[in-house]
């Protein structure tokens, strides 16, 4: 059974592209990121959105507590976006 160059292409990035992402999750999960808060670096405070980056981590662990202290309207509000996309 012979290939189509087509057919490679898509197999490669049908395994690569899952392979790359997992290793950006992974590389997120284990060191966080990378990237600097313009805002935060300027001012000294946080903006909404690394309250809400904190908050949504501190949620997907389980840490309610936390991502209330976080981000308050991104704990309460995240349900009802939830529900809003169906």
Do not use: E
Not at 56 to 76: E, I, K, Q, R, T
Not at 78 to 85: A, E, H, K, Q, T
């Amino acid at each position: 059974m012979k290939f189509s160059r087509s057919r490679w292409l898509r197999i490669l990035v049908g395994i690569g592209a899952p392979l790359l992402a997992l290793g950006g999750l992974f590389y997120l999960y284990r060191y966080g990121s990378p990237f600097v808060c313009v805002f935060y670096q300027w001012t000294g405070f946080y903006c909404p959105g690394c309250g809400a980056g904190r908050a949504l981590f501190s949620m997907v662990h389980g840490d309610f507590l936390a991502a209330l202290h976080y981000n308050a309207f991104f704990l309460l509000a995240f349900p009802f976006c939830r529900l809003l996309s169906y």
